[in-house]
């Protein structure tokens, strides 16, 4: 495997750093991470801005390898962060890309790019986590509508956001992966309320959805009915297998900004510290190497992402943790700072292992998928 950029790929990643650097300094400053409203306008505001340089397609609309010089040269420079765009470009958009018909991708992709529509993900629910084909929000057809009933929980960004990407049971009678159907729904429907739950870190970013016959139109249906379990894993390996590879690149950033934090006040004497960094240093690097081999796998595979995406969200999420875990001990008391953005990357940090599967469900994954271990449940 060739890691090396290719001309195209050197010329496309020199116009990209010679824009970032005048791109950048006429933003506006960054909301207060608590203000959801503003943040939203800001991350939309950086999607308009991409999309009118004619990088606004770059996550689904370009070949793997410039989508990967896209990420690393964003983070370098300290582009923003995609924010409430996540669901829509990294996960919800490539799955209508990828799934969608004609129709459908002219309707949502368009506005996710132009930075217009905000998505979320109403998979899980109160019994439905790990078990996510254990869900039980119903749905039944109604003329030319589903009528949609249930709640879902840890919905990121439920209340600045247009549409739902929303899993429904259409057959509760079928096996529990067979009665599942992947549906887009406008979150300003009637019969949908959104109750904010508040972080660790104070922050609302995601909610409980409660569904009373919400109304769906039959055209919103992703997939055939009763398909949604298989439309569900092309989303899930889009989330775990491509969305955080952009953070990577930024977990290296902080990397260096620590070890300079250290060098400047003695830190850096300690042998147990400059080990870890060194080693975190090692991972992190790895990380983007698997990240470089599992988008050219990707390439010859139609571009899906496989579940190789399980290993590195696995490794990631611990490595993340570990990261800023390190940054607390170079911070000392500095630490307890919940403004301090470590501080607040750290209690986020917490979630990763959680959010997008478990560790322990990564590691099921891995065991049977990959290494063809039999099934341990
Ligand atoms: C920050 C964050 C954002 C999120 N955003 C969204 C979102 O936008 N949309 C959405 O739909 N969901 C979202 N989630 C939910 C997330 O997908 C679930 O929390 C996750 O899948 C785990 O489900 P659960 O919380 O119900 O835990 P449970 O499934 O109840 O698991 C509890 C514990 O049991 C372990 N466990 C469960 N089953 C097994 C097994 N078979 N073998 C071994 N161990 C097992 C788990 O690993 C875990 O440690 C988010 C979560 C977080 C933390």
Redesign the pocket.
């Known amino acids: 495997m060739d890691l090396s950029d290719s001309a195209e790929d050197a010329e496309f990643r020199a116009r990209l750093r010679e824009w970032l650097g005048k791109a950048l300094p006429t933003l506006p400053p960054q909301p207060s991470p608590d203000d959801w409203p503003a943040r939203r306008a800001y991350d939309l505001g950086w999607q308009r801005t991409l999309y009118d340089a004619g990088y606004g397609d770059v996550h689904w609309g370009a070949s793997p390898t410039v989508r990967l010089i896209f990420l690393e040269e964003t983070e370098k420079a300290g582009a923003p962060y995609v924010g409430a765009g996540f ?1 829509g470009l990294l996960h919800a958009g490539p799955t209508i890309a990828a799934e969608g018909t004609a129709g459908q991708r002219e309707r949502w992709l368009p506005p996710i790019l132009r930075g217009e529509e905000v998505w ?5 629910e109160p019994d ?5 084909a254990a869900l039980r929000t119903r749905a039944w057809r109604d003329g030319d509508d589903y009528v949609v009933s249930g709640s ?6 439920a209340e600045v956001a247009d549409w739902c990407e929303l899993l429904v049971r259409t057959d509760p009678d079928a096996p529990k992966h067979r009665g599942i159907t992947w549906l887009a729904m406008p979150m300003d429907a009637p019969g949908i309320t959104v109750r904010p739950l508040r ?1 660790l870190a104070g922050s609302a ?2 909610a409980e959805v409660f569904l009373d016959e919400v109304r769906v139109p039959v055209g919103n249906r992703v997939g055939e009915e009763n398909d949604g379990w298989r439309v569900t894993m092309v989303t899930l390996s889009f989330e775990r297998g491509t969305a955080f590879v952009g953070e990577v690149v930024a977990c290296r950033r902080v990397l260096g900004e620590l070890a300079r934090e250290a060098r400047s006040d003695g830190r850096w004497d300690d042998p147990a510290l400059r080990r870890r960094l060194g080693r975190l240093n090692a991972e992190f690097r790895a990380l983007w190497r698997l990240t470089q081999w599992n988008v050219s796998e990707a390439q010859t595979t139609g571009g899906l992402p496989g579940v190789a995406g399980s290993v590195f969200k696995l490794r990631y999420s611990q490595a993340r943790q570990e990261l800023y875990d390190t940054a607390a001990d170079v911070l000392g008391d500095a630490s307890l700072d919940l403004d301090h953005p470590w501080t607040r990357d750290r209690l ?1 940090s917490l ?1 990763y292992t ?8 990564q590691r ?1 994954i891995v065991a049977e998928r990959i290494l063809g271990l039999p099934k ?2």
């Open positions: 669901v979320c993900q109403g998979f899980s439905a986590g790990s078990d996510l879902k929980i840890w919905t990121s960004h972080t970013e995601f986020s979630s959680i959010a997008a599967g478990t560790s322990q469900i099921d341990g449940r």
